[in-house]
Structures are given as C-alpha cells and as structure tokens.
T-cell receptor, first 112, second 116 residues
Framework: SQQGEEDPQALSIQEGENATMNCSYK?????LQWYRQNSGRGLVHLIL?????REKHSGRLRVTLDTSKKSSSLLITASRAADTASYFC????????????FGPGTSLSVIP | GAGVSQSPRYKVTKRGQDVALRCDPI?????LYWYRQALGQGPEFLTY????????KSGLPNDRFSAERPEGSISTLTIQRTEQRDSAMYRC??????????????FGPGTRLTVT
C-alpha cells in the first residue's frame, strides 16, 4: 500500500491564483518531501520538511505538516503558467528502513 | 556541476532478452535509488544503496530484477528475461547523505524501456 497519497488528483486554476495540494500518509515518518515533475520529465526536489517542523517556506511555496493528522499541504502562491506540472509528496516510513515512497501525485494546470 | 545521468535513454528489446540500465549519480553522493514510473503515476520504489551496500530491495518485483553498485558510484539495474509488463520509465536518483533519515533526491532523466 502507498505511504502517501495526494489530493486532489487534478487541479486547474487561473494564473495568479493560489494552488493548494494535500498529502496524507499512513505511518510515522522522519521527513516529508515535495517534488515537481514537468510533463514526464525528471522530478525536481522542491522542499523537505522534518517531522519536528510544522511549516516551511521557500519562495512562493509554503508547506505545512501535521503529524497528528498524518497530513501535509503544499501551497503555491501567485501561480504562473510555468507551475503547470505534477506534484508528488514523498515520505520515508520509520518502519520500512527509511526507503522513500512517492504518492500518485496531483496534476496542476495553471491557465494563463 | 553534472547531474545524474542514465543510459540508455531509450531501450527497445524483445521479450526474453536481458537488459542492463545504467545510472551515474552525482559525484560524492552517498545514496542511490531506483524507481519505476508508469505514465500518470508517482515513482514506484525498487531498491536503494548507501555507498555499495544494497539497503533495501523490497520493491524489486521478482527475482528477474537485480541491482548492484559495486564501487559505491555507478549502479546497474538488470532485468533478465524481460516481459512486456516490464515496459516503463526507470528512474534513478542520488542523494548527498545516507538515507537514514531521507534527504533530497536528485533525479536522472530516466530510461524508457519498451519490451516488444
């Protein structure tokens, strides 16, 4: 079974709007990461948040982590057409030798 | 500096043939991961190494799949007696630190394997 699952599966917004994606996971983790993938290309690391952190910022990205709910959210503010991509959360389960498991992703379309 | 490279980028093979996929990680990176990704899905974990030691191979689908990283740098994923269901994008990633806990991963461009 997958460790992390993103919600929604697909999201379409207008340029300039904010985009929020959620990730839920099942077991205790050390870290949670978010990655972006443009149209079948390689994945690019966006941000890593540790289990003892609650919020982290990087440019227009804001990530929150709620370990009590086993969930995380990725907020992209003032979206641009170039943000159109698939976004994946990835977690390392403490009980699985810390291998990193990716969720199925959220497909974001930003309409100019 | 140079990123993670994978070769070949595309591989078409006939059912029953063996294939070897190569990953050249970023120099000095400790951890190396192999994933398989189907279209529209997230990467599926296959196996990972810290230096030359294979730490976890629980994601390898069956014993036709194997991986090695003999000198703690370049890694090879080998699929024996390929089947059509093995067709997928195979991705490699490396990480600067050991994988306990995890650190950010740098992904290669992938090898698109097609088994006919």
């Amino acid at each position: 079974s997958q460790q992390g699952e993103e919600d929604p599966q697909a999201l379409s917004i207008q340029e300039g709007e904010n985009a929020t994606m959620n990730c839920s996971y099942k077991t205790s983790i050390n870290n949670l990461q978010w990655y972006r993938q443009n149209s079948g290309r390689g994945l690019v690391h966006l941000i890593l948040i540790r289990s003892n952190e609650r919020e982290k910022h990087s440019g227009r990205l804001r990530v929150t982590l709620d370990t009590s709910k086993k969930s995380s959210s990725l907020l992209i503010t003032a979206s641009r057409a170039a943000d159109t991509a698939s976004y994946f959360c990835a977690t390392d389960a403490k009980t699985s030798y810390d291998k990193v498991i990716f969720g199925p992703g959220t497909s974001l379309s930003v309409i100019p | 500096g140079a990123g993670v490279s994978q070769s070949p980028r595309y591989k078409v093979t006939k059912r029953g043939q063996d294939v070897a996929l190569r990953c050249d990680p970023i120099s000095g990176h400790v951890s190396l991961y192999w994933y398989r990704q189907a279209l529209g899905q997230g990467p599926e974990f296959l196996t990972y190494f810290n230096y030359e030691a294979q730490q976890d191979k629980s994601g390898l689908p069956n014993d036709r799949f194997s991986a090695e990283r003999p000198e703690g740098s370049i890694s090879t994923l080998t699929i024996q007696r390929t089947e059509q269901r093995d067709s997928a994008m195979y991705r490699c990633a490396s990480s600067p630190q050991g994988a306990r806990p995890s650190w950010e991963q740098y992904f290669g461009p992938g090898t698109r394997l097609t088994v006919t």
